[in-house]
Nanobody, 128 residues
Framework: QLQLVESGGGLVQPGGSLRLSCAVS????????IGWFRQAPGKEREGVSC??????????NYADSVKGRFTISRDNAKNTVYLQMNSLKPEDTAVYYC???????????????????WGQGTQVTVSS
């Protein structure tokens, strides 16, 4: 059973940065594409970013609202996926979740895939 634990959330001023981490245990990360999602109060959960199984030659995708500000990366040796968030805005305030989906496809990812394993979430609050 794959387990995911997010960390790195907190309170930050507009324009600031945070780096979220998603530590994975229970299996090697090599077989999973990873996504980051978020849910703000009163809103539906939305996809933020995803990364394919492999880094080199692989693919990342981003929601339009975060393109150019957020960067997803993975370190399979450490079984950890990161979400670097820069130029944060108040509308980025949400609980952020990482999720994993097993796939035979190595070089792409999509946020609409049926992610099988989810973390418990970490709160990100952007406010002055």
């Amino acid at each position: 059973q794959l387990q995911l634990v997010e960390s790195g959330g907190g309170l930050v001023q507009p324009g600031g940065s945070l780096r979220l981490s998603c530590a994975v245990s229970g299996s090697t990360l090599d077989y999973y594409a990873i996504g980051w999602f978020r849910q703000a109060p009163g809103k539906e959960r939305e996809g933020v970013s995803c990364i394919s199984r492999i880094n080199s030659g692989g693919r990342t995708n981003y929601a339009d609202s975060v393109k150019g500000r957020f960067t997803i990366s993975r370190d399979n040796a450490k079984n950890t996926v990161y979400l670097q968030m820069n130029s944060l805005k108040p509308e980025d305030t949400a609980v952020y979740y990482c999720a994993a989906v097993s796939t035979t496809v190595q070089t792409t990812c999509a946020m609409h895939w049926k992610y099988e394993y989810w973390g418990q979430g970490t709160q990100v609050t952007v406010s002055s």
